[in-house]
């Protein structure tokens, strides 16, 4: 039997199993991540060249408590470990056809801001959009998002009594699209609020209403940016571990889980058989399966069956000149969202009219470029690797980039970048082993896919717990923090 100081392994130091490895360290336990690359944070990772720095995945950051909150836990001032920065505008939007909005975490500056482009009408639904989103959220997370969806223990509370009630109010019967067209007439409207089903890899056309509430993260709760870039998130974190006592087996890849008489016995990692008690698995569940559980682990087969979610191409770009009208996140519309999306989901032509996201870190983080240079993460949503010829799609979509934002800049911006990085989806999976170059595990193209998504401990095996992208609550750092949480609580209460 395990005792308090029984030695768990954790595989992967993505952001969840930093996330899980600091909660079992402060509970007491002996834990030794095991990371195939000589690097930690999975897609929470950075790089730099000829003075220009980029965090290479994810770029906008909510719900920043929740990284304070494991600094807290191992009794740390957090401000003095990780900051951030609270920006005062979400994003700016860019049309073609030359119309801008910015958007703002207040209310009254939203309302002033779509009243100017879309008229008074439309501007005074926001309050109610907003509202809908917060009741979406408070009524939701708490539950399905900071909670385990495989425990009798979620469900049985009677404020589940209340949410089972509301039901109705939580948009699953309907698309995150419909939604939104129920509420604007501007299609531009629509289209930037469509825009949020994108945060976890899914389609406005087909992820639920409930979606909505995502809005409420940045809208209401804040726009922020860590101080040093993304990457602090996860160096931060791992330097946390580290103080600790968390052992870290980095170059160190896992090639199987050991199991035997149903339970883990330990693991072969580097060519070498380590004991362990527990295993928290951090990778992808889908190459978890496929590679490392021996055959007579039984399968969740319908969980296996989900779709990766979409994945992206990110041109890095050091630009030798500065765009002011661009802020931190800048987003420039594709003219046809559908047809966009649905050739993102059925592996159509999607480069033809690719929506441009822009992001530009050296606002808040000046360091990021020389002087009077911009450093540019310019990323499109694209399915995820299924064997694409992406030798021939790079160059096409680099080209209708370049024209978009040209187009919407009224600059011709292809001689300025004096220093270019492309990220495939087959290079995301190379690096992270997600699926498919996958951004956020599996996508949410249906209502029932979060009850679907991989639980956070094995039915089948003792001692083996899941957390990451693609086990439950999903995927992006906030969602990714809370996984860590929700497999470490459980192996502790296991105890
Ligand atoms: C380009 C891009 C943009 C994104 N934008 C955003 C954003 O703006 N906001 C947001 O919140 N999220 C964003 N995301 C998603 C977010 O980055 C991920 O959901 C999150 O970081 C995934 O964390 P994870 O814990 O699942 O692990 P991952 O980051 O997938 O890491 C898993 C780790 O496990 C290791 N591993 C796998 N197999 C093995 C093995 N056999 N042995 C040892 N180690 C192994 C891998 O090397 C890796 O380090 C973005 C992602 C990308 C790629």
Same mark, same amino acid.
């Given at each position: 039997?395990?005792?308090?100081?029984?030695?768990?392994?954790?595989?992967?130091?993505?952001?969840?199993?930093?996330?899980?490895?600091?909660?079992?360290?402060?509970?007491?336990?002996?834990?030794?991540?095991?990371?195939?690359?000589?690097?930690?944070?999975?897609?929470v990772?950075?790089?730099?060249?000829?003075?220009?720095?980029?965090d290479?995945g994810p770029s906008l950051f909510t719900l920043p408590?929740?990284?304070?909150?494991?600094?807290?836990?191992?009794?740390?001032?957090?401000?003095?470990?990780?900051?951030y920065?609270?920006h005062?505008e979400v994003c700016?939007?860019?049309?073609?056809?030359?119309?801008?909005?910015?958007?703002?975490p207040?209310?009254?500056?939203? =309302?002033?801001?779509?009243?100017?482009?879309?008229?008074?009408?439309?501007?005074?639904? @926001?309050?109610?959009?907003?509202?809908?989103?917060?009741?979406?959220?408070?009524?939701?997370?708490?539950?399905?998002?900071?909670?385990?969806?495989?425990?009798?223990?979620?469900?049985?509370?009677?404020?589940?009594?209340?949410?089972?009630?509301?039901?109705?109010?939580?948009?699953?019967?309907?698309?995150?699209?419909?939604?939104?067209?129920?509420?604007?007439?501007?299609?531009?409207?629509?289209?930037?609020?469509?825009r949020y089903?994108t945060y976890n890899?899914?389609?406005?056309?087909?992820?639920?209403?409930?979606?909505?509430?995502i809005t409420?993260l940045e809208?209401?709760l804040g726009t922020h940016f860590p101080?040093?870039?993304m990457?602090?998130i996860?160096?931060?974190?791992?330097?946390?571990?580290?103080?600790?006592?968390?052992?870290?087996?980095?170059?160190?890849?896992?090639? =199987?889980?050991?199991?035997?008489?149903?339970?883990?016995?330990?693991?072969?990692?580097?060519?070498?058989?380590?004991?362990?008690?527990?295993?928290?698995?951090?990778?992808?569940?889908?190459?978890?399966?496929?590679?490392?559980?021996?055959?007579?682990?039984?399968?969740?087969?319908?969980?296996?069956?989900?779709?990766?979610?979409?994945?992206?191409?990110?041109?890095?770009?050091?630009?030798?000149?500065?765009?002011?009208? @661009?802020?931190l996140h800048n987003i420039?519309?594709?003219?046809?969202? =559908?047809?966009?999306?649905?050739?993102?989901?059925?592996?159509?032509?999607?480069?033809?009219?690719?929506?441009?996201y822009?992001h530009?870190s050296?606002?808040?983080?000046?360091?990021?470029?020389?002087?009077?240079?911009?450093?540019?993460f310019?990323m499109?949503?694209?399915?995820?690797?299924?064997?694409?010829?992406?030798?021939?799609?790079?160059?096409?979509?680099?080209?209708?980039?370049?024209?978009?934002?040209?187009?919407?800049?009224?600059?011709?911006?292809?001689?300025?970048?004096?220093?270019?990085?492309?990220?495939?989806?087959?290079?995301?999976?190379?690096?992270?082993?997600?699926?498919?170059?996958?951004l956020y595990?599996?996508?949410?193209?249906?209502?029932?896919?979060?009850?679907?998504?991989?639980?956070?401990?094995?039915?089948?095996?003792?001692?083996?717990?899941?957390?990451?992208?693609?086990?439950?609550?999903?995927g992006g750092v906030p969602?990714?923090?809370?996984?860590?949480?929700?497999?470490?609580?459980?192996?502790?209460?296991? =105890?």
């Amino acid at each position: 039997m395990s005792t308090s100081s029984s030695t768990v392994a954790v595989v992967g130091a993505g952001i969840a199993g930093l996330s899980a490895a600091i909660r079992l360290a402060v509970a007491g336990k002996k834990v030794i991540v095991f990371e195939q690359n000589l690097y930690t944070g999975g897609k929470v990772t950075a790089f730099e060249e000829n003075g220009f720095r980029f965090d290479m995945g994810p770029s906008l950051f909510t719900l920043p408590y929740l990284v304070d909150e494991l600094f807290e836990l191992a009794g740390r001032n957090p401000r003095e470990h990780f900051n951030y920065h609270t920006h005062d505008e979400v994003c700016r939007y860019l049309w073609d056809d030359g119309t801008k909005l910015t958007m703002y975490p207040s209310l009254d500056k939203n =309302e002033a801001a779509v009243a100017s482009v879309f008229g008074a009408t439309e501007a005074e639904k @926001l309050r109610d959009y907003f509202e809908q989103a917060r009741v979406k959220y408070d009524l939701t997370a708490p539950f399905f998002l900071e909670k385990s969806l495989h425990r009798a223990s979620t469900f049985l509370t009677p404020a589940v009594v209340k949410v089972l009630k509301e039901i109705p109010k939580l948009g699953l019967f309907s698309t995150l699209h419909e939604e939104n067209e129920k509420v604007f007439n501007a299609p531009k409207l629509v289209q930037l609020f469509n825009r949020y089903a994108t945060y976890n890899g899914s389609s406005p056309y087909q992820t639920p209403g409930i979606m909505q509430m995502i809005t409420h993260l940045e809208h209401s709760l804040g726009t922020h940016f860590p101080v040093g870039g993304m990457h602090e998130i996860s160096q931060s974190l791992t330097r946390l571990a580290q103080e600790l006592g968390v052992r870290f087996e980095l170059g160190t890849r896992v090639e =199987e889980f050991i199991i035997a008489q149903n339970s883990i016995t330990g693991l072969v990692a580097g060519g070498k058989k380590w004991a362990v008690d527990q295993l928290v698995c951090n990778t992808d569940v889908k190459h978890a399966y496929k590679y490392l559980m021996p055959e007579k682990v039984k399968r969740p087969k319908k969980t296996l069956q989900q779709e990766p979610s979409s994945s992206a191409l990110i041109f890095y770009w050091g630009l030798s000149a500065q765009f002011p009208q @661009l802020d931190l996140h800048n987003i420039m519309f594709s003219e046809n969202y =559908e047809t966009e999306f649905k050739h993102i989901q059925s592996d159509g032509p999607f480069w033809e009219d690719p929506t441009v996201y822009i992001h530009i870190s050296n606002r808040l983080e000046p360091n990021d470029a020389p002087k009077g240079k911009d450093s540019w993460f310019v990323m499109v949503n694209t399915p995820y690797d299924q064997g694409q010829d992406w030798d021939m799609i790079v160059p096409m979509v680099r080209e209708k980039v370049i024209e978009r934002i040209s187009r919407v800049l009224g600059t011709c911006i292809e001689p300025l970048i004096e220093m270019e990085q492309v990220l495939r989806p087959q290079d995301i999976e190379q690096r992270t082993s997600s699926v498919g170059g996958a951004l956020y595990g599996t996508s949410s193209n249906d209502r029932m896919a979060a009850f679907l998504r991989h639980s956070n401990k094995s039915n089948s095996i003792k001692g083996l717990y899941f957390c990451g992208g693609s086990a439950h609550p999903g995927g992006g750092v906030p969602l990714c923090l809370l996984s860590g949480k929700i497999a470490s609580e459980w192996l502790i209460e296991d =105890e």
